[in-house]
C-alpha cells in the first residue's frame, strides 16, 4: 500500500499553518465576550451560510457519505430533501425567537419560558452530546486515515484537536467563521477532485457507472411504512426534518452562526442560502462514492479482499492509492479541514453555552470586569479542547459513520427539540409539564434505540412526539406556578 511521500506532507503541513495563522490574525480583535462568542454580530450572509454548512460537514460526514454510497446505495441521498422541511420551520417558528432577546445561547428561552431548572438541563444534555458527538468526529477520521495512510492514530488526533483549539481559543468566533470558509473550499474542492479522478478511471465513465450501479441496486429506495427498514423515504423525510431541526434549531453550533448576523433577515437568508449551497456539495460527495465503489467493482473490491476493514475507509483508501503524488498530502488535509471545523465551532459552542447559561446565571457578580470573563471563555475553550482530545482517545466504535452521528442527534435531541417546540407552540405548557415530558421522552426512546430493529432516521421523531405529548397532558393536570422571571441577560 502506497503511504504519504514528502510532497505530501510538505502540503499537508502547509494547510495546517494556514489554519493556526487565520486565528492568530484574529487575537486582537476579540477585546469582549461578544467579540469572542458573536463576532462583534458582523458577519455577512454569505459568510454565515457557508460557516452553517461547513459545521455540519464533518470528518463524518466526508467520509460516511461515500462510504454509505459504497456499502449500501445513493438511498441517503433523499435525506436533502428534509432540508426543504426544517428550513421554513427554523426561520418562521425559531429565529424570531432567538432574535427577539438577542440571545446568546438558544437555552435562554427555555428559562424565559419554563424554568432555570429546564435551561440548565437542556443547556447540559447539549454539552453531553456535543463532546460525544466531537469525540466521534475527531476519533473516527483519524482512525481511517491511520489504516489507510499509516499516520499514527494518537498523532491524527492530537494534530487535529490541538491546533484546532489553539486558533479557536486564539481567535474566537471570527476566527471560527473564516477558517469555516477557508476549509470549506477545501474540503468541497478535494472531493470535486476526487470524483472527476475516479469517474475518468472506471471504464466506460458516467453512463457505465450509472449502469453499474442500477442493475446492483444502488439507486433502489424503499417506500415500506415499517419502521425496522433502514432506510426509507418516509424515513429520510420526516425523521431526517427532525434530525435537521435539532442541528438547526436547537443546536448552539448552529444558532450561535445565526447570531452573528447583523440582521435576523441576514440569518434568514443565510439558511436559505446555505440550503442551496448543499445540493451540488452532496451531489458530488455521493457521486463520489459511486464512481468509487464502480472503480473497485470493476478492478476488485478492498473491503471483501481485506484490504480495508469498513467501507469508512474507502475514500482515503482510494485518495492514498490512485491519485498522483502530492494530490493525497491535499486531499487528506481536505478530511481535516473537515473535522477541524467541527471541532472548532462545537467547542466555541460547548464555551458558550457553559459561561453564558452557568457561569453568568448563576456564579458571576455584577462587578467582574469585562476581561475577566473574556479570559474565562479562553480557558474554558483550551479545556474543552482537551477533553474532546481525551475523549477521542477512549471513544466506541458505534457503527458506520453516518449512522453513528445520526443515533446521537436522534437519542439526545429528539426529546430537546421537543421541549423547545412544547414551549413555543403550547400555551398552557409549564415547567412541571416540560420536565415530565422529557423524562418520559427519554424512556420511552433508549429502550427502543438499544433493543429494537426500529430505524435511527425514527429515533428523533419518537423523542420529539412523545415529549410533546406528555409535557402537554402533565401540564393540563398541573397548573402552572408563579415564578421569578429570568434576569435579562444584557450585552456589556
Same mark, same amino acid.
Given at each position: ?130 463532546? %460525544? =458527538? $466531537?469525540? *466521534?468526529?475527531?476519533?473516527? +477520521?483519524? !482512525?481511517?486515515?491511520?489504516? &489507510? #495512510? @499509516?499516520?499514527?492514530? /494518537? ?115 443565510? %439558511? =436559505? $442560502?446555505? *440550503?442551496?449551497?448543499?445540493? +451540488?456539495? !452532496?451531489?458530488?460527495?455521493? &457521486? #463520489? @462514492?459511486?464512481?468509487? /465503489? ?126 423547545? !417546540?412544547?414551549?413555543?407552540? &403550547? ?66
Amino acid at each position: 500500500m502506497t503511504r504519504f511521500s514528502w510532497v505530501d506532507y510538505g502540503l499537508f503541513a502547509a494547510y495546517l499553518a494556514a489554519s493556526v495563522l487565520i486565528g492568530v490574525l484574529f487575537t486582537r480583535e476579540q477585546r469582549t465576550v461578544r467579540d469572542f462568542f458573536l463576532a462583534g454580530r458582523s458577519m455577512g450572509r454569505v459568510v454565515v451560510a457557508i460557516s452553517v454548512l461547513a459545521a455540519i460537514f464533518s470528518g463524518i460526514t466526508y467520509l460516511g457519505a461515500p462510504a454509505e454510497v459504497y456499502a449500501y446505495g445513493v438511498g441517503f441521498f433523499l435525506f436533502f430533501f428534509s432540508f426543504f422541511i426544517a428550513t421554513p420551520i427554523t426561520n418562521v417558528v425559531f429565529m424570531p425567537v432567538f432574535y427577539r432577546s438577542r440571545m446568546y445561547t438558544a437555552y435562554q428561552y427555555l428559562e424565559e419560558r419554563f424554568s432555570v431548572q429546564v435551561r440548565l438541563l437542556a443547556s447540559a444534555l447539549f454539552i453531553l452530546r456535543v463532546l %460525544l =458527538w $466531537l469525540a *466521534l468526529a475527531t476519533y473516527a +477520521p483519524a !482512525l481511517a486515515l491511520e489504516q &489507510v #495512510t @499509516g499516520l499514527p492514530l /494518537w498523532f491524527t488526533i492530537l494534530c487535529t484537536g490541538a491546533l484546532t483549539t489553539l486558533y479557536t481559543t486564539a481567535g474566537g468566533m471570527k476566527a471560527v467563521i473564516w477558517t469555516d470558509v477557508m476549509q470549506f473550499f477545501v474540503l468541497f474542492g478535494g472531493q470535486l477532485v476526487i470524483m472527476f479522478i475516479a469517474l475518468k478511471q472506471v471504464p466506460g465513465g458516467a453512463s457505465a457507472m450509472i449502469e453499474m450501479g442500477r442493475e446492483a441496486g444502488k439507486f433502489n429506495v424503499s417506500l415500506s411504512l415499517d419502521p425496522n427498514v433502514r432506510l426509507t423515504l418516509w424515513g429520510m423525510l420526516l425523521g431526517g426534518a427532525v434530525i435537521n431541526l435539532v442541528q438547526m434549531a436547537t443546536d448552539q453550533v448552529s444558532v450561535q452562526r445565526y447570531l452573528t448576523a447583523r440582521t435576523i433577515q441576514e440569518a434568514k437568508r443565510s %439558511l =436559505w $442560502l446555505k *440550503l442551496w449551497l448543499l445540493l +451540488p456539495v !452532496l451531489i458530488v460527495f455521493y &457521486v #463520489t @462514492g459511486l464512481a468509487i /465503489w464502480a472503480f473497485y467493482h470493476v478492478q476488485g473490491d478492498p473491503l471483501a479482499a481485506g484490504a480495508i476493514k469498513r467501507a469508512d475507509y474507502i475514500l482515503p483508501y482510494f485518495v492514498i492509492n490512485e491519485l498522483p503524488r502530492g494530490m493525497p498530502g491535499l486531499l487528506i488535509a481536505a478530511i481535516f479541514a473537515a473535522s477541524m471545523s467541527t471541532i472548532s465551532a462545537g467547542i466555541n459552542a460547548l464555551t458558550t453555552a457553559t459561561l453564558v447559561d452557568f457561569h453568568q446565571r448563576g456564579w458571576r457578580r455584577s462587578s467582574d470586569p469585562e476581561g475577566v470573563e473574556l479570559s474565562l471563555a479562553r480557558w474554558l475553550t483550551f479545556s474543552y479542547g482537551a477533553v474532546v482530545i481525551g475523549l477521542a482517545f477512549v471513544v466506541s466504535k458505534l457503527g458506520p459513520l453516518l449512522e453513528a452521528s445520526n443515533k446521537a442527534i436522534g437519542l439526545v435531541g429528539g426529546p430537546l427539540l421537543g421541549l423547545f !417546540l412544547l414551549g413555543i407552540l &403550547v400555551r398552557r405548557a409549564n415547567t412541571v409539564g416540560a420536565i415530565a415530558g422529557w423524562l418520559v421522552g427519554v424512556l420511552v426512546l433508549v429502550p427502543i434505540a438499544f433493543r429494537t430493529k426500529v430505524s435511527f432516521l425514527w429515533y428523533g421523531v419518537v423523542g420529539c412526539g412523545v415529549t410533546m405529548l406528555i409535557g402537554w397532558f402533565v401540564s393540563c393536570l398541573c397548573p402552572a406556578s408563579k415564578r421569578t422571571a429570568a434576569p435579562e441577560l444584557v450585552e456589556r
